[in-house]
């Protein structure tokens, strides 16, 4: 008995290709007012809308426009003042440095006679002419 091998019995069909794809589209805008598009959308759903969207957007300019020159006129003040502190805080360290010389020379003139009266009249004293009136 010989037994011969055959295939086993399955259909002949061939594999089924799916084909899928998928598209995706993005669409960027950037400012205060919407595409066109998107414009008239909105004025579709709701009548009026695109007047009211653009009475917005032209508010929201002029009250940009008003606050920079705010910020300008602030700054500028703000310059002077800043330029006056500068001078004063000047002025304030010059009058400061030259009180601070002259009370030197001035103990430096009350030493120098102070040594020049110890070294003549009080040899046997310790002097301390810098702190008497004179």
């Known amino acids: 008995m010989t037994k011969s091998r055959s295939a086993p019995n399955t259909p ?3 594999p089924k290709v799916i084909k899928a794809e998928r598209h995706l589209a993005i669409a960027t805008y950037s400012g205060p007012l919407p595409d066109p598009a998107t414009f008239e959308a909105y ?3 709701t009548p009026g809308a695109g007047e ?3 009475a917005m957007a032209e508010k929201e300019q002029a009250h940009r426009h008003k606050m920079e020159a705010l ?3 602030a700054y500028a003040k703000d310059s002077v003042n800043e330029r006056k502190e500068i001078q004063r805080s000047q002025w304030m360290a ?3 440095a030259s009180g601070v010389v002259l009370m030197r020379v ?3 003139r009350r030493a120098f006679r102070c040594w020049y009266s110890f070294n003549r009249r009080y040899a046997h004293r310790y ?3 810098v702190l008497r009136k004179e």
Do not use: A, G, P, Q
Request: proline share 0%; aromatic share 10%; glycine share 0%.
């Open 94 to 96: 010059w009058t400061l």
């Open 71 to 73: 910020m300008t006129e």
């Open 127 to 129: 002097c301390f002419c």
């Open 43 to 45: 004025d579709h759903t």
């Open 106 to 108: 001035s103990c430096l």
């Open 12 to 14: 002949s069909t061939k």
């Open 52 to 54: 009211r969207i653009l």
